[in-house]
């Protein structure tokens, strides 16, 4: 079992940067493959970036590649995503996610099914 508290979300204007942080708990958080997602208002929940269980392998969604780097610290038990040059469109919620299951897919770590712990998200508020 895993616990998953996001922090770093804020309002920022378009252009700049944020780092989230999602700090998990429990014994076997280095073997579980780690995502984010985001949830904008009326809209399903997306897909942003995942990471294996090792941080070898990373994973983003075409709208955030070149301009956010998720990566992990397995000593501290936390996930980060260093967001920048932020536009109006990746204002959401965003959620970190764990799964202990094993990826053998790319689209594994991109399915929000293939992800059974959630944290509670953390607010993206991007002024133009």
């Known amino acids: 079992q895993v616990q998953l508290v996001e922090s770093g979300g804020g309002l920022v204007q378009a252009g700049g940067s944020l780092r989230l942080s999602c700090a998990a708990s429990?014994?076997?958080?280095?073997?579980?493959?780690m995502g984010w997602f985001r949830q904008a208002p009326g809209k399903e929940r997306e897909f942003v970036a995942a990471?294996?269980?090792?941080?070898?392998?990373?994973y983003y969604a075409d709208s955030v590649k070149g301009r956010f780097t998720i990566s992990r610290d397995n000593a501290k038990n936390t996930m980060y995503l260093q967001m920048n040059g932020l536009k109006p469109e990746d204002a959401a919620v965003y959620y970190c996610?764990?799964?202990?299951?094993?990826?053998?897919?790319?689209?594994?770590?991109?399915?929000?099914?293939?992800?059974?712990?959630w944290g509670q998200g953390t607010r993206v508020t991007v002024s133009s």
């Open positions: 990471i294996s269980w090792s941080g070898g392998s990373t």
């Open positions: 996610a764990a799964d202990p299951r094993p990826k053998y897919y790319s689209s594994d770590y991109e399915d929000v099914a293939e992800f059974d712990y």
């Open positions: 429990g014994r076997t958080y280095s073997s579980y493959a």
